[in-house]
């Protein structure tokens, strides 16, 4: 099975802008979803496809792929932005999905 | 609205075997694929399998073949995942996540609430 490599933490200033990543082979096929996760919540949706925003998802969130991999970049971080965000992405099996370890992002 | 509304908590000793139920409602139960996620206290993500609410097949990833059983009951739109033979690794949150339904795009739309089960003697 594949798998999706991310990088354990990464911060930001508030108002500056980060770009989250996620390395693997299944990225060269399909494209990544990612999802945001606060302590003690679901994972929400926030980009699918090339760079799809759910209904609600701010447009500071946007996504991008090249080669093996995706990235999640948000523009102008907000404090509510502080999170985990994990990738996912479909495996070699039709059916089957795969996510990332996931990113801690700290907003200072 | 779509929900999808998961069953209480559980807490169950080594060896036994726990039963999630997942809810849907506000869209047409049998024409999403619904996937199981897991997350261990403190770790990341974890994709368990998904079942064809449709013709109820089924498929798992392979760390959970032949603990792991999916199931669904289109009458009451719920579907239900059971897991055999607990060990204390299994304490974690689990969430049911309704596919996208894309041929092509591969996402989970809307999750559960999650349901934490913990095991321990």
């Known amino acids: 099975s594949s798998e999706l490599t991310q990088d354990p933490a990464v911060s930001v200033a508030l108002g500056q802008t980060v770009r989250i990543t996620c390395q693997g082979d299944?990225?060269?096929?399909?494209?990544a979803s990612w999802y945001q996760q606060k302590p003690g919540q679901a994972p929400v949706l926030v980009i699918y496809g090339r760079s799809n925003r759910p209904s609600g998802i701010p447009d500071r969130f946007s996504g991008s792929s090249s080669g093996n991999t995706a990235s999640l970049t948000i523009t102008g971080a907000q404090a509510e932005d502080e999170a985990d965000y994990y990738c996912n992405s479909r495996d070699s099996s039709y059916s089957h999905r795969v996510f990332g370890g996931g990113t801690k992002l700290t907003v200072l | 609205q779509v929900q999808l509304v998961q069953s209480g908590a559980e807490v169950k000793k080594p060896g036994a075997s726990v039963k999630v139920s997942c809810k849907a409602s506000?869209?047409?139960?049998?024409?999403?694929?619904v996937h199981w996620v897991r997350q261990a206290p403190g770790q990341g993500l974890e994709w368990m399998g998904i079942?064809?609410?449709?013709?109820?097949?089924?498929s798992y990833a392979q760390k959970f073949q032949g603990r792991v059983i999916m199931t669904r009951d289109t009458s009451t739109s719920t579907v239900y995942m059971e897991v055999s033979s607990l060990r204390s690794e299994d304490t974690a949150v689990y969430y049911c996540?309704?596919?996208?339904?894309?041929?092509?795009?591969?996402?989970?739309?809307?999750w559960g609430q999650g349901t934490l089960v913990t095991v321990s003697s």
């Open positions: 996540a309704r596919d996208s339904g894309s041929s092509w795009l591969y996402y989970f739309d809307y």
């Open positions: 079942i064809n609410p449709s013709g109820e097949s089924t």
């Open positions: 506000g869209y047409t139960f049998t024409s999403y694929d």
């Open positions: 299944s990225l060269r096929s399909y494209y």
